[in-house]
């Protein structure tokens, strides 16, 4: 294991990112990421500055546990960085903060059930980094409502189990409606040159 600690929590980012919603959680190799300081975490991710505090020095779970937080290494964490989730990072800490891990594990937990089924009867081999985003962004009961209007849609048209780009391009929809209506963006835009 090496001189670090595992965190009893590797789903959940020292610095608040859902790692148990990271595409990268569910690969299949050698590249898969076991999570937040997991088992061979730092073979892998040898220098996050993040864990380098909050776990190899002070010996917590997530920064949210610090009496510094939010310290400067959050400075701009959230509002303009291109990887989508951590946007969601802060507000997650906030709410470990204020509720507590126990709560935080509870809803996330719930997220990372949706994720799964969501990849096991919705995925058609090409979604995964879509869905994983849609589920760390948008509110458990839109992807929820989301996931019954898909049923009930596919029910309607008599959409077979096995064709799943019927069933991706349905569910995809409504996830996007979602977002939309919150002003969620669950892809990057193009840069401008």
Aim: one cysteine or more; hydrophobic letters at 30%.
């Amino acid at each position: 294991m090496g001189k670090y600690p595992i965190k009893k929590y590797p789903t959940i980012g020292c610095c608040g990112l859902d790692c148990g919603l990271c595409p990268r959680y569910y690969t299949v190799g050698s590249s898969r990421c076991p999570g937040c300081c997991g088992s061979d975490f730092f073979n892998k991710h040898p220098g996050c500055p993040h864990i380098t505090c909050c776990v190899k020095k002070k010996n917590l779970e997530v920064c949210a546990e610090c009496e510094e937080f939010p310290c400067s290494k959050f400075a701009g964490w959230d509002a303009s960085d291109s990887f989508l989730t951590h946007r969601k990072s802060i507000y997650n800490l906030n709410f470990i903060k204020e509720q507590g891990i126990d709560e935080f594990v509870k809803q996330q937990k719930r997220r990372i059930e949706l994720l799964e089924i969501t990849l096991k009867h919705f995925d058609e081999g090409r979604s995964k980094s879509f869905y994983c985003i849609a589920i760390t962004l948008l509110s458990i009961k839109d992807i929820e409502t989301a996931l019954d209007k898909t049923k009930q849609e596919i029910k309607a048209e008599d959409i077979g189990t096995d064709d799943f780009k019927t069933r991706a391009k349905i569910l995809k929809g409504f996830l996007k409606d979602f977002a939309s209506g919150e002003g969620i963006e669950l892809k990057l835009r193009k840069r401008q040159k």
